[in-house]
């Protein structure tokens, strides 16, 4: 489990070893995938691969939402794999990830479509626009006072003027 001295964001050396090798030696279908996620291809939306979170591995990340993608190997269905794949979605999603799930076969047979059902969730995810700031509503405000379309009542008539 994760060392409690550590901050969350740091990584291990060990694991940053290990994912820098595993960038180097991808699979087919990580290699098509990465094709078409890397330089923002996908909507503008900015991919990592092989990313460390926590004391895991992610195949591609989009920290803007928060978003994992996973390509499965056979060794995934089998019945050791599954418990330890759902363990490892567990403590990703314990750090506010969402992750989708692909098999190779899908990715090399079915490329488009897998960056379909990528995208709608891209999509579906997108941050929405942030309020302003506190220090920019308050600007604001005082400039809505200072309009003149909001002339007191109890002004001065100008010089020059009869009543």
Same mark, same amino acid.
């Given at each position: 489990?994760?060392?409690?001295?550590?901050?969350?964001?740091?990584?291990?050396?060990?694991?940053?070893?290990?994912?820098?090798?595993?960038?180097?030696?991808?699979? =087919? %279908?990580? @290699?098509?995938?990465?094709?078409?996620? /890397?330089?923002?291809?996908?909507?503008? +939306? !900015?991919?990592?691969?092989?990313?460390?979170?926590?004391?895991?591995?992610?195949?591609?990340?989009?920290?803007?939402?928060?978003?994992?993608?996973?390509?499965?190997?056979?060794?995934?269905?089998?019945?050791?794999?599954?418990?330890? =794949? %759902?363990? @490892?979605?567990?403590?990703?999603?314990? /750090?506010?990830?969402?992750?989708?799930? +692909? !098999?190779?076969?899908?990715?090399?047979?079915?490329?488009?479509?897998?960056?379909?059902?990528?995208?709608?969730?891209?999509?579906?995810?997108?941050?929405?626009?942030?309020?302003?700031?506190?220090?920019?509503?308050?600007?604001?405000?005082? %400039?809505?006072?200072?309009?003149?379309?909001?002339?007191?009542?109890?002004?001065?008539?100008?010089?020059?003027?009869?009543?």
């Amino acid at each position: 489990m994760d060392d409690p001295k550590q901050p969350s964001w740091k990584v291990s050396p060990s694991l940053r070893r290990h994912a820098r090798e595993l960038r180097k030696t991808s699979t =087919d %279908a990580e @290699r098509l995938m990465w094709s078409a996620l /890397r330089d923002k291809q996908l909507n503008g +939306f !900015s991919f990592r691969r092989q990313v460390p979170i926590g004391p895991f591995i992610a195949d591609f990340a989009c920290h803007s939402v928060k978003l994992v993608v996973e390509l499965d190997g056979g060794q995934h269905f089998s019945d050791a794999g599954e418990p330890a =794949d %759902a363990s @490892r979605t567990a403590a990703i999603e314990a /750090r506010g990830f969402r992750i989708i799930r +692909f !098999s190779n076969a899908e990715v090399m047979s079915n490329r488009d479509g897998v960056l379909q059902s990528i995208a709608a969730e891209l999509a579906a995810s997108a941050p929405t626009p942030t309020l302003p700031r506190k220090r920019e509503r308050e600007r604001a405000k005082r %400039a809505a006072k200072q309009r003149p379309e909001q002339i007191d009542s109890k002004q001065r008539p100008a010089a020059g003027d009869a009543d």
